[in-house]
T-cell receptor, first 119, second 114 residues
Framework: AQKITQTQPGMFVQEKEAVTLDCTYD???????LFWYKQPSSGEMIFLIY????DEQNATEGRYSLNFQKARKSANLVISASQLGDSAMYFC???????WGDGSEKLVFGKGTKLTVNP | NAGVTQTPKFQVLKTGQSMTLQCAQD?????MSWYRQDPGMGLRLIHY???????DQGEVPNGYNVSRSTTEDFPLRLLSAAPSQTSVYFC?????????????FGQGTRLTVV
């Protein structure tokens, strides 16, 4: 079963408007972490925001906020006041805190959403 | 500048050739990993390491070898390149295997196998 689902292959938004990128996840663990990364056309992966499964408040980082609904297993990224520079691929990822045999953690990524900000 | 450095940025190989993708980090991170990114597939874990001398397989390890002789370096070796290995490869590192931490990614290596 797919662990991370991003159902929107592409999204369009007008500059200065807010946009929500969807992410749902599947895990049986109680302890896990959710991440969002941005990948501009230049190719590098840029960490945006993190939400722990036990965090009571939704995470916020500047114009980015994470709408975390634990019961629905969703972790949507909200970008407020979109800018042209926000045009990029956005990836949702999950780290399960269940320990593997060597005590490590691993990130599982969704397939991404391509966001285009129109002037 | 501190961070994760990958070399080369671009590479073209012929089928059957071998090569090593280099990854180095100067943040004294314990955990390092290699991902490949294919169109429409997101990132998939190839191999990872929880510390010097310790490596293990991820989701798609076939055709790749890794070693971790130092904390700083985590090279990825393609033993006999195949067209199916055409992809963008990312190296990532994290502070610790046991702490909440975001992963720092390198700039990526775009590999084409012809």
């Amino acid at each position: 079963a797919q662990k991370i689902t991003q159902t929107q292959p592409g999204m369009f938004v007008q500059e200065k408007e807010a946009v929500t990128l969807d992410c749902t996840y599947d895990t049986s663990d109680q302890s896990y972490g959710l991440f969002w990364y941005k990948q501009p056309s230049s190719g590098e992966m840029i960490f945006l925001i993190y939400q722990g499964s036990y965090d009571e408040q939704n995470a916020t980082e500047g114009r980015y906020s994470l709408n975390f609904q634990k019961a629905r297993k969703s972790a949507n990224l909200v970008i407020s006041a979109s800018q042209l520079g926000d045009s990029a691929m956005y990836f949702c990822a999950m780290r399960e805190d269940r320990r593997w045999g060597d005590g490590s953690e691993k990130l599982v990524f969704g397939k991404g959403t391509k966001l285009t900000v129109n002037p | 500048n501190a961070g994760v450095t990958q070399t080369p940025k671009f590479q073209v190989l012929k089928t059957g050739q071998s090569m090593t993708l280099q990854c180095a980090q100067d943040m004294n991170h314990e955990y390092m990993s290699w991902y490949r990114q294919d169109p429409g597939m997101g990132l998939r874990l190839i191999h990872y390491s929880v510390g010097a001398g310790i490596t293990d397989q991820g989701e798609v390890p076939n055709g790749y070898n890794v070693s971790r002789s130092t904390t700083e370096d985590f090279p990825l070796r393609l033993l006999s390149a195949a067209p199916s290995q055409t992809s963008v490869y990312f190296c990532a590192s994290s502070y610790s295997v046991r702490r909440v931490a975001e992963a720092f990614f390198g700039q990526g290596t775009r590999l084409t196998v012809v």
